[in-house]
């Protein structure tokens, strides 16, 4: 049996939306990468090396050092 997480899909809309085109390429591509390993609740875990660890690990292109910058981006843009 799958959990809703495996079935998460993403709308269509987010490529065309404002506050997501606002964002950094590798921005981005971590919001993405966000959602899809989210729990039900739409929650993680918000260390740095847990985030690279669990979301991103094999993303040599988002660094853990520049995580924090990253997600200060998508708080900016009001995504998270």
């Not at 939306?17 to 591509?29: I, P, V």
């Not at 292109?61 to 200060?72: G, V």
Request: aromatic residues 2%; charged residues 30%; positive net charge.
């Amino acid at each position: 049996m799958s959990s809703r997480k495996d079935r998460r899909m993403l709308r269509s809309s987010l490529s065309r939306a404002r506050d997501f085109g606002s964002l950094s390429t590798r921005a981005q591509l971590l919001y993405v990468l966000l959602v899809l390993n989210a729990d039900d609740q739409g929650r993680l875990q918000a260390a740095p090396d847990i985030i690279k660890l669990d979301v991103c690990p094999r993303v040599p292109d988002i660094t853990m050092e520049e995580l924090p910058e990253l997600l200060q981006e998508m708080e900016r843009a009001r995504l998270v």
